[in-house]
């Protein structure tokens, strides 16, 4: 399986991996290299007290980016679909604040000139994958891109997705493995570890970790980080809101501001001792 | 479970179904009554000679409705990725020379006003359906659109996906199921006529079915299209290529000219017995 | 694929199929001819009067065997695991009162001989599949076999266990679909049609589907029993219980009486259709 | 889906977690405790000499326990399928010889005596999770279990497969995650060490994982096997094979004797850190 593999990445500009890393450096924070980076903050950005509260506890605990979403892909029309610019403003603005470079999730291509400009990385969630089109857009910007795994999609279609983006001269490539959809009910989806540590095989793409979307539960973000950091993820994008009970999407999967800071002290040794540091 | 489903979707516009179906009419072509239409042609316009030989010959064997791709969504940014406004245009043409409505996949927004000039009705393919801002977007045209599901969506998100689409005040949608994503490998994927049954329990929307893309396999296409029409499908969308062998996509698949009309000549007994008519 | 499947199977027992169909003959009922048998009766066989109604009902609507179960595999230990030997005997006693052919599903190699004196045609369920030292067993018998599909089998892995059967001599197997695990909720299995449809391109064996199990919803038994047969299965295999909200198994799923009646009156026209019966 | 696994398993004998632990101890080897035992050797008994040495040298790198399958549940029937009695006895002979518990799977009742006889631990594997007799038998004897995950268990149907055993009056089982079926073909299963976290919250039953099997890939054990002692794994269950390329089984996911030792060297300090010991 491992030849097919390599095979079939081989005339691939995603290919390389073990030892041939890619660095993608965004401000103060690197992929792909002795720093593990960790992303904290809302699922999505809901006021400013908020955010600014959630982006100064993370911040304190080790976290180097600030998340937040102003533009949420919900799976019913009459879902709360975020703040739209005004979120990304006030993401923008704590960013500032507190001196950490921020990602958001862009949804539709009309937003890019936005999202270019208020945030550090654009991330396209998993639902969007597959959209080639918008795909193709950023493989034409100057920006660094965020590319989860689509819900139930093969290594091999992740791959080529973000060959999609460096096909386009965007060589500032981050994959994020989510988690895909299996008939598990008591987790939200099944977070695939061997697809990290495949991908480090066989690709030089920094691949970073959802923990949060890929448990939806939140006593096992923790349990699943450390997992993640011991099978070579380059990063981890955790959801953290000071009231989760309260959040307006995916408060089951939140940890407090205290949790993540009991999972920062506990990432730190083991970074260590894989001969890496999260801050 | 029937229950579960009957309450999730009570609240919504998509809600219905069992002798309350609505009818998405396309000129002469009406979906979701007694006529279970038959769209017929290519995976993708390769050339006019070509398109329009499939055209008169699926034409001739019962299809109502003209498709082909203009836009492809690949897995691989190297493959052929469609030949774009120019084969709309000539789609549109061989549609006019036929006296055929044509219906081809919209992958992208900025697409959106020559699709609807070319045009009868727009396809949201599966990669596709989880694409929110699209769908919202042809919530606000007035043209039927065709509304794939999701590779492994459920069906509860299919039919909120298409909700995205009536709550903007479109309400010519037909749902088309094309198999979902399963661990067989015989098959491409696993064509879910369970998916259309219900469906036709818990919505007023047509539903048709792609049994091209739901087998992956030719010699399933016909045995398939039958199934579909006993599950209650309202429709049927099918490739056929004149020379599968040389296809620039999905040949493995496609039905030659001649397969079609066999196939044909079985659906049309089949139909009058479910009291319903091909034609 | 169908190549490959071809290839993978051509030095196969299981290897045939399209008009070289086996039979299988048990009393006046054959599987794999013009006949499509009707398999109907209870989950489990819960009391005699229960089953002797039941019994009654389906075979003056046709159905042509009985079944019942006697040994229930169950996923929760606490939950009704069947009567067992007195079950077995209450199911020969019905099925000689109304001359009809019984079958019943053997969990345990130890009540083999139970089974074999009461029943008429042995199951093996679908969490069984892979129970190879229980198939080789089956081998060494003079008795037919229906062989389920099991919960996330491929196709390859269901042909191979019917080879477990066939390589040891006994060439009396049918197969049959009952569903596969998806991350679909709103019903308990996803029927794979495709599965039936390429096994009769495979396969020389009679391919009978279980529409109760492969969809878990009452509503949707009949619209899935024409689709079975449209899309060439030799036989179904249907719950029926007289008072499903009481059943102590699989109520949610069973017809009643009058529905399976009703279904039988759909299936006729039909299978004449295809040129079958379902008597 | 936290509360609802805690609410659903409460009344079970598996229920408990996080800090009530039960342990189960095989002559000097305790899991559920401090100690991370490493389970390692061949998939298959193949000759004495292969085996010894195999045993020599794992135990040499700090295995604890030697496995070798003397029954092995194959696809095919045409397949290797093991040597039996004389693999026991192999395996007895060469566990005495090391001074090393062994473990084997069972696959049928029958030979339970003389499992019983030549070993430690037994093993019910993944095809037979689902087999609620040999389960059931199980319950009754005075002999350690390890049950693997079914091939596309749920985790609810993994703990009531333990149950079955428990309920018996056997208290001395050990769950064993194994990898689930996907759709992902470059990877033989995908792990999952969500479940491994989230049985370990939900039961106090010792979890083992097992990374060969988990992944199909032998270069994807060591980044797994790291990831799952710090997803909280109680053990490992390792392939091991002196000459992969020539293995009667399962080669391609076997370590060396060579790969294992270095494995070994990475896991001892991951499991000081987290305060447990491989040895």
Request: proline share 5%.
């Amino acid at each position: 399986m491992i030849n097919t593999a390599l095979q079939k990445t081989a005339s691939m500009l995603v290919a390389g991996g073990d030892g041939q890393l890619s660095r993608v450096t965004v401000r103060n924070v690197c992929f792909g290299g002795e720093q593990v980076p960790v992303i904290a903050g809302p699922c999505a950005i809901e006021n400013e007290e908020c955010l600014r509260e959630t982006a100064f506890k993370v911040r304190a605990a080790g976290a180097v980016m600030l998340r937040g979403g102003a533009y949420k892909p919900r799976t019913s029309p009459y879902s709360f679909q975020g703040h739209g610019i005004k979120g990304l403003e006030c993401l923008a603005r704590i960013g500032e604040e507190m001196n950490m470079p921020v990602i958001t999730e862009l949804m539709d291509a009309e937003d890019l000139p936005a999202v270019m400009e208020h945030t550090d990385i654009i991330q396209v969630g998993a639902r969007n994958m597959y959209n080639y089109s918008l795909l193709r857009k950023l493989g034409k910007i100057n920006k660094a891109v965020v590319l989860k795994r689509g819900i139930s999609a093969t290594i091999e279609e992740w791959l080529l997705a973000a060959e999609y983006i460096l096909a386009g001269g965007n060589r500032e490539v981050i994959l994020c493995e989510r988690g895909i959809r299996s008939a598990e009910t008591w987790t939200r989806n099944t977070l695939d570890l061997n697809a990290v540590a495949l991908v480090k095989q066989l690709s030089h793409l920094p691949v970073i970790v959802d923990p949060s979307h890929g448990t939806g539960v939140r006593s096992l973000v923790a349990p699943m980080s450390m997992a993640a950091l011991a099978a070579g993820a380059d990063g981890l994008l955790i959801e953290v809101h000071p009231h989760p009970e309260n959040a307006l999407s995916d408060g089951e999967q939140s940890l407090t501001p205290k949790g993540f800071s009991q999972l920062m002290r506990q990432l730190e040794p083991l970074a260590a001792l894989l001969g890496r540091r999260v801050r």
